[in-house]
């Protein structure tokens, strides 16, 4: 169910491994895209391809946060319209695929966008549980609130995406 973590995820081409020395040196366009599907605002991959190069790790994630924060809200939207919603394996029973359908569609109702969560850290089979307890507890939100906590999501996305990006060759 790592819809949302930073490895390879089902249903979604994970950005390809480039290592740091082919991220700073591929073109623009290249990189463009594989950042793209670490996080899906054009603008934050448009900016990130055009500071390089990147000495190490640290400061290509230090540059992804700062690039963050200096999002619009149309940009933020177009990265969340990037974004699947966690689901459950296939073989998950009935009653749960129902649950986690309405939770979603409750979350999606209040918020206007799907429901963001960073998995990283979390045991595949406590994965579905995190998901609801994430949703029940972030429906209580007003929309500033949740607006904060989706942003911190989508950077902590980013951030192990990134990592799975340069360190995978």
């Given at each position: 169910?790592?819809?949302?973590?930073?490895?390879?995820?089902?249903?979604?081409?994970?950005?390809?491994?480039?290592?740091?020395?082919?991220?700073?040196?591929?073109?623009?366009?290249?990189?463009?895209?594989?950042?793209?599907?670490?996080?899906?605002?054009?603008?934050?991959?448009q900016r990130l391809a055009a500071h390089r190069p990147y000495p190490d790790l640290g400061a290509l994630l230090a540059a992804a946060e700062e690039a963050d924060y200096d999002l619009s809200p149309a940009d933020r939207a177009?990265?969340?319209?990037?974004?699947?919603?966690?689901?459950?394996?296939?073989?998950?029973?009935?009653?749960?695929?129902?649950?986690?359908?309405?939770?979603?569609?409750?979350?999606?109702?209040?918020?206007?966008?799907?429901?963001?969560?960073?998995?990283?850290?979390?045991?595949?089979?406590?994965?579905?549980?995190?998901?609801?307890?994430?949703?029940?507890?972030?429906?209580?939100?007003?929309?500033?609130?949740?607006?904060?906590?989706?942003?911190?999501?989508?950077?902590?996305?980013?951030?192990?995406?990134?990592?799975?990006?340069?360190?995978?060759?």
């Amino acid at each position: 169910m790592p819809l949302q973590s930073h490895g390879p995820v089902p249903g979604r081409a994970g950005p390809p491994g480039l290592g740091l020395h082919r991220l700073n040196t591929a073109p623009a366009v290249d990189v463009e895209a594989a950042l793209l599907d670490c996080f899906g605002s054009r603008r934050w991959a448009q900016r990130l391809a055009a500071h390089r190069p990147y000495p190490d790790l640290g400061a290509l994630l230090a540059a992804a946060e700062e690039a963050d924060y200096d999002l619009s809200p149309a940009d933020r939207a177009e990265a969340l319209v990037a974004e699947d919603s966690p689901a459950l394996p296939a073989d998950a029973a009935r009653s749960a695929h129902l649950a986690l359908a309405a939770a979603h569609a409750a979350y999606e109702s209040r918020f206007g966008h799907v429901f963001v969560i960073c998995l990283d850290g979390v045991r595949p089979v406590e994965r579905p549980d995190q998901v609801l307890a994430g949703i029940r507890a972030r429906l209580g939100h007003d929309p500033d609130q949740e607006r904060v906590v989706t942003a911190d999501e989508l950077r902590r996305l980013a951030r192990g995406r990134i990592i799975g990006l340069v360190s995978s060759q």
